[in-house]
């Protein structure tokens, strides 16, 4: 931290908190010297484009039915106005569930089709996806699979700790990540990052009082990890949660958008469960594709631009035809930024 | 990735459970509750409950949102 | 305009703003079509107000009423909303091979029910049959009529200092239909608002011109329509979060499917944007008529962001509400 400076950097890397943080106003209520940057917590902004050029072209096939959440809908790939509402259109079968188990209901419904569950999301969403693909192989539904795209948030923070141009004087942790993995598991950010830590719940008023303990951190010059959702979040976090992600699931190397090969960076399915995944049942390969032209959702997304920083932002690419997944996820900072702010 | 709600537990059967709130009920999943009972408060995300809420600490955080005003005059660094 | 009908275009957002401006009003504009209102005022021995409304609504019984019930409140709302005393209704009927004849029967029942709360009369109509996979179960037009009683309503009357009100509470019909969608997901006694609006609109005709505009909430919700009364104007609407009515059952529902009641629609509601020194006659008014009980003021215009829809939070901060690129997707994240 740069004691000189008279700016303060928080950094959130969740993107439902880039999204409560921009509905409540927070940042209208933060002084002028403190602000609030949105790291790469959107599970959808972050996943390469290559991943999802490779999901559009499966949703084409004669019998497969993509299963995903809503905020995959319209995410571009590489190809500007490609997206699964478009496959839609054209004939690709493409449903909307609010569960991985809901999925599982699809692929019972409709035996002689494949359904691929689009796995995306961090640890908040790692055990109900790792559950599913046990259900799956309990109940012997064979034609289910999962495409796992599963990201982890402590190597990708540690990643941006390293980058030479990384100046954030604290973090507010992602809450719900932290009711999986417990409050303890931020504890290397005092600890081997120097920085203060708070773990944060969602409301305004938790956002509010977690900015207000950062701050207060900073003031008396402490680098502490503090719990403001002890509500939801115990130190060592849900066991049994945890338990069905070691089951099913290993850390792997992972692509970030813009962000290069993060170490671990994310989730795989284990051989013991290979049956279900479908990036193995459909040798799916992810060809190395550059960023759209223009586009910085890759320096948004690690918090090095502001949304308005991109020159694209607003007027080439908006919500009805964006270049890039920080525009349309529904937690990406650029929507958020377009959603919920102005210029005075 | 991370929209979870609070909701009540009405029913239980084994690991499928419901869950409500002012009269909106929702199917859940309970294979991470540990020992889940009628009337606990859960956070449910993506169709599973993820956390049972602490009750004691539910309520001082509401006493505590009550004096939000403090807080956002804590702000100022 | 992308080379392919897409979902979005239909849902009232930006991108059917632009397949309105970019295909329809090229080829088809005329004075009356311009104007874009929920119905266009005509020449005839009388004004006459002139309006028509497609339903596709799906599934089409709902918790609250039907397509049927559907087909007669929208068209009669539109004419209302212009400042029309509806009148007449066409029918046209677009029916998927294999719909079940007690289906059929139950939603005319809905239309001969509803016309008769509005008072107007279905007169004229056309009933087609498609083969099986082409219809959704069945789709209907209506086409109203009605005479022109309070001229002149339009967004552009609109200036700083008005208030908005809104009839009742929002995001009702909206979320009753996901939950109808999602039957084994979410259940909640949650019923569609649909409604005939005329007797409400008529109560508020005698502000003259007071009434500076009137528009029923469908597609999109309360911020759309917010959207449209000052897109490229110089006004701009504060609404204030504390005081919208939204009922804590469909703010659950909301909650938890990842909606927000502002895009939600409705369709038993309206909002009146009113001059401030009526803005108590006109809650007076409303709340004496059923279905007019929780009027309220939630907003007020100023000149302060020109063209922009604002929300105070419970905090005092500002966020801006934007026009929805597409349909409200449920959002997990």
Known sequence: MNSESSVYKLMEVCGTHTMAIARAGIRQLLPQNVRLISGPGCPVCVTDQSELDAVLDLSMEKDVII?????????????????????????????????????????????????????????????????????????????????????????????????????????????????????????????????????????????????????????????????????????????????????????????????????????????????????????????????????????????????????????????????????????????????YSWEE | MCLAVPLKLIEIEGNDGVAERDGITRSVRLDFIKEPRLGDYVIVHAGFAIERLNEAQALADIEAAKEIEDELRKLCV | MEDIITLDYGSGGKKTSSLIEETILPL?????????????????AEKLVFSTDSFVVSPYFFPGGDIGKLSVCGTVNDVAMQGGIPKYLSLGLIIEEGLPAEHLKRIIGSVSRTAEEAGVRVVTGDT???????????????????????????????????????????????????????????????????????????????????????????????????????????????????????????MSACDILGLDPLYCANEGKLLAVVAPERAADALALLKDIPGGEDAAVIGEITDAHPGKVLVKTRFGALRILAKLAGAQLPRIC
Do not use: W
Not at chain 1, 263 to 276: C, D, T, V, W
Not at chain 1, 302 to 323: H, M
């Open chain 3, 28 to 44: 088809l504009g005329n004075p009356a079509l311009d104007e874009l209102g929920d119905g266009a005022v005509v020449e005839g």
């Open chain 3, 128 to 250: 087609k049959v498609v083969e099986k996979g082409m219809g959704d179960g069945i789709f209907i037009n209506t086409s109203g009529i009605g005479v022109l009683a309070c001229p002149g309503l339009s967004p552009k009357n609109i200036r700083p200092g008005d208030k908005v009100i809104v009839s009742g509470t929002i995001g009702d019909h909206g979320t009753a239909v996901m939950l109808a969608r999602n039957p084994d997901l979410v259940k909640g006694d949650l019923k569609s608002d649909c409604k005939p609006l005329n007797r409400l609109a008529q109560a508020l005709y005698g502000l003259g011109e007071d009434l500076r505009v009137l528009r029923d909430p469908t597609r999109g919700g309360v911020a759309t329509t917010l959207c449209e009364f000052v897109q490229g104007s110089g006004n701009c609407v504060i609404l204030d979060e504390s005081a919208l009515p939204v009922s804590p059952k469909v």
């Open chain 1, 67 to 339: 299963a995903g959440y809503g905020d995959m809908l319209r995410v571009p790939g590489s190809t500007r106005g490609d997206s699964l509402a478009r496959r839609k259109s054209l004939g690709a079968r493409v449903e909307i569930v609010f569960s991985p188990v809901d999925a599982i209901g699809i692929a019972q419904r409709e035996p002689d089709k494949q359904v691929v569950f689009l796995g995306i999301g961090f640890e908040t969403t790692a055990p109900g996806t790792a559950m599913a693909v046990k259900l799956a192989k309990e109940r012997g539904v064979e034609n289910f699979s999962v495409l796992c795209l599963l990201k982890r948030v402590e190597p990708v923070l540690r990643g941006l700790a390293k980058d030479p141009d990384f100046d954030i004087d604290g973090f507010l942790c992602p809450g719900h990540v932290a009711v999986i993995t417990g409050a303890d598991s931020f504890g290397f950010i005092p600890r081997e990052l120097g920085l203060p830590a708070v773990v944060s719940g969602f409301e305004p008023e938790d956002l509010i009082r977690s900015c207000s303990m950062l701050l207060s951190q900073i003031r008396e010059g402490r680098a502490e990890l503090e719990n403001q959702y002890k509500r939801a979040v115990t130190s060592e976090g849900n066991l049994l949660a945890l338990k069905t992600m070691e089951e099913v699931l290993e850390p792997s190397d992972c692509r970030f958008r813009g962000m290069g090969t993060v170490p671990l960076g994310g989730f795989s399915i284990k051989p013991e469960y290979r049956k279900f995944d479908a990036k193995a049942r459909f040798g799916l390969e992810y060809k190395d594709v550059p960023e759209p032209a223009g586009c910085r959702c890759g320096l948004v997304i690690q918090g090095k631009i502001e949304p308005a920083g991109c020159p694209l932002f607003g007027r080439v690419c908006t919500p009805a035809d964006p270049v890039g997944p920080c525009m349309v996820s529904s937690e990406g900072s650029c929507a958020a930024a377009y959603k």
